[in-house]
């Protein structure tokens, strides 16, 4: 097995539990096939651990902790340990049950939609690994009758893979029904975004249920419905979702109906566009949900990032009536908790509003944040309301 050393004075963040190692962190780049597994020592010739080796991604080694033979056995084990945290949070029916760095399989994603897996891989080392893990997923959840690689993701082009989707084992189906905190829930694993459903919302989304009664609620990015849905269950009055996708407009529509909910209105549109034309109306809602895909991919796109956080978040206040809500969401990893509050405050501060923050959220337990790796918490949440003088 090929050695690699680190830098000196370059072990403290990975004795830490960090499991990246960057590219100038090693003291040679040997060009080896990506996805080699290598082990990995300090300066001092202390040994770190086993990792995947990719010499043209700049982190050139994604460490598995361990020091045991990478086989069957070993995905096994650790798929095996993911999911019994799961079990433990009574998360199984609709989760995601291995998430990457914070489960020790670095660059893999598994969701669970009832009898069916939807995974997806974000590094050549685990990619190598493919059979492995299907095995693994066979013998841990027996009852699987199907899985799915949905490796759409950009993030793949960093490591030199191809993007695709396909189904890996037995078949998937066109619909699969399933539910999320009791709301019934049809997933086009074969059609849909990323993985097949924002899991990582399942908690706010149970959160705002419990604000929504008797309101008028505005869902921007609504994709399928999530949001929208349980303010309905949660007795809104009215609900609203606006997405600039078709598709998700289709399926959040197949969802209402599955939840005889009679009163969500869906539009396409662009939700900027949207909430300007909405403001020239001078319409108003009783709450007002900003759940946007990443505006942030990199450290280079945060200064954008944070112009487009604070222009949906300045319109969305104006819309909002007196004692109304405001719950705005950020997925992008660069943009801080601490930031992201800074900008939502600022923007009730110009227009002279007061706001009062009822909620502070962040990813469900089922994408757990590993302690060592910031990198791993990445979803900010917050709730306001908006004060009557």
Not at 26 to 39: C, K, Q
Not at 327 to 337: G, N, V
Request: proline letters at 3%.
């Amino acid at each position: 097995m090929e050695k690699m050393y680190l830098k000196r004075n370059h072990d403290k963040r990975i004795k830490g539990g960090h499991l990246w190692i960057f590219s100038n962190e090693l003291a040679s780049i040997p060009e080896l096939t990506p996805g080699t597994i290598v082990e990995v020592f300090n300066s001092k010739n202390e040994e770190i651990g086993l990792g995947f080796y990719n010499p043209h991604s700049l982190i050139s080694v994604r460490l598995l902790k361990t020091n045991k033979k990478i086989n069957i056995d070993f995905f096994t084990e650790r798929i095996s340990n993911a999911y019994a945290m799961r079990k433990q949070l009574n998360m199984t029916e609709t989760a995601r049950i291995v998430f990457g760095e914070s489960d020790f399989l670095p660059g893999l994603i598994i969701d669970k939609y009832g009898e069916y897996l939807s995974i997806q891989i974000l590094s050549a080392g685990m990619e190598l690994f493919i059979n492995e893990i299907i095995e693994s997923l066979i013998t841990v959840l027996p009852n699987s009758k199907g899985i799915i690689a949905k490796n759409n993701s950009k993030l793949r082009a960093l490591e030199g893979l191809p993007l695709e989707e396909k189904v890996i084992f037995g078949s998937i189906p066109d619909e699969i029904i399933t539910n999320e905190n009791g709301i019934i829930l049809s997933i086009s694993l074969k059609q849909s975004q990323k993985t097949g459903y924002f899991l990582d919302q399942s908690y706010n989304r149970k959160f705002i249920s419990t604000i929504s009664y008797g309101l008028n609620v505005l869902d921007c990015y609504s994709n399928q419905g999530g949001f929208g849905l349980h303010a309905a269950k949660g007795g809104a009055n009215n609900i609203t979702c606006v997405d600039s996708s078709e598709s998700a407009l289709v399926q959040a529509k197949r969802n209402a109906e599955l939840n005889n909910f009679t009163n969500v209105d869906l539009i396409k549109d662009d939700v900027s566009d949207y909430l300007k034309n909405e403001l020239l109306k001078n319409s108003h809602w009783d709450m007002v949900i900003l759940d946007p895909p990443s505006f942030a991919k990199s450290k280079k796109d945060v200064k954008t990032a944070i112009k487009g956080y604070a222009k949906i978040n300045h319109l969305a206040l104006q819309l909002l009536t007196d004692n109304g809500f405001l719950a705005s969401s950020s997925c992008s990893q660069h943009i801080t908790e601490d930031v992201f509050y800074d900008i939502i405050v600022n923007e009730a501060i110009k227009q002279q509003i007061q706001l009062k923050m009822i909620y502070r959220g962040a990813q469900a337990p089922d994408h757990p944040i590993l302690a060592s790796m910031p990198e791993t918490k990445y979803l900010k949440f917050f709730v306001f309301q908006k004060l009557q003088f």
